[in-house]
């Protein structure tokens, strides 16, 4: 049976600098020989890892799943396999649009668990202010994700990511 390639994408929690890309291709082709991982920015930039002399990751086949550490920040990837022969030779290729989020995501959970050490809790619920920018966070965070998945639209996503990076980064003025 040929493959039918296929692939998901996630983060595992305390690495938020990581992609992981799982194959979940079905089939299979005998002069598939490896895969080859392109990340596209929204500014049509690769993403790689410090020290990869390509624009590629190389993901040998005896790998089910592969992390590779290149995110600073949240951000949207176009994100490619190439299932390539001996040659080189792009034998099957698939493209996703996919975001990575744990960076804004672990501070929002941060906030949350700020809330839950306060001894007295009622104080946290007379600060508009605090839910509000909490709430605004948490929006851009999902307003990003929508468009990834239901825009398949790169630049929004990333807009909004940007947009809550800067809120985390200016955490002692808005928390």
Same mark, same amino acid.
């Given at each position: 049976?040929?493959?039918?390639?296929?692939?998901?994408?996630?983060?595992?929690?305390?690495?938020?600098?990581?992609?992981?890309?799982?194959?979940?291709?079905?089939?299979?082709?005998? *002069?598939?020989?490896?895969?080859?991982?392109?990340?596209?920015?929204?500014?049509?930039?690769?993403?790689?890892?410090?020290?990869?002399?390509?624009?590629?990751?190389?993901?040998?086949?005896?790998?089910?799943?592969?992390?590779?550490?290149?995110?600073?920040?949240?951000?949207?990837?176009?994100?490619?396999?190439?299932?390539?022969? *001996?040659?080189?030779?792009?034998?099957?290729?698939?493209?996703?649009?996919?975001?990575?989020?744990?960076?804004?995501?672990?501070?929002?959970?941060?906030?949350?668990?700020?809330? *839950?050490?306060?001894?007295?809790?009622?104080?946290?619920?007379?600060?508009?202010?605090?839910?509000?920018?909490?709430?605004?966070?948490?929006?851009?965070?999902?307003?990003?994700?929508?468009?990834?998945?239901?825009?398949?639209?790169?630049?929004?996503?990333?807009?909004?990511?940007?947009?809550?990076?800067?809120?985390?980064?200016?955490?002692?003025?808005?928390?």
């Amino acid at each position: 049976m040929p493959l039918t390639p296929n692939f998901s994408t996630s983060q595992q929690a305390g690495l938020p600098s990581n992609v992981i890309i799982t194959d979940t291709s079905t089939g299979s082709d005998v *002069a598939i020989v490896e895969r080859r991982v392109f990340l596209v920015n929204y500014a049509g930039e690769y993403v790689v890892a410090d020290g990869t002399t390509t624009n590629y990751t190389v993901w040998p086949l005896a790998q089910s799943s592969i992390s590779i550490d290149c995110l600073t920040e949240d951000t949207a990837l176009s994100v490619t396999v190439n299932w390539v022969d *001996a040659g080189g030779v792009t034998l099957y290729t698939k493209t996703s649009l996919a975001g990575f989020t744990l960076f804004n995501l672990t501070f929002y959970y941060s906030l949350t668990q700020g809330q *839950a050490a306060i001894s007295n809790p009622s104080y946290i619920l007379q600060d508009n202010t605090y839910f509000q920018n909490k709430s605004k966070l948490k929006t851009l965070i999902e307003s990003g994700n929508n468009a990834v998945t239901l825009g398949y639209d790169i630049t929004s996503a990333q807009v909004c990511y940007d947009l809550a990076t800067y809120m985390v980064n200016s955490q002692n003025l808005l928390f």
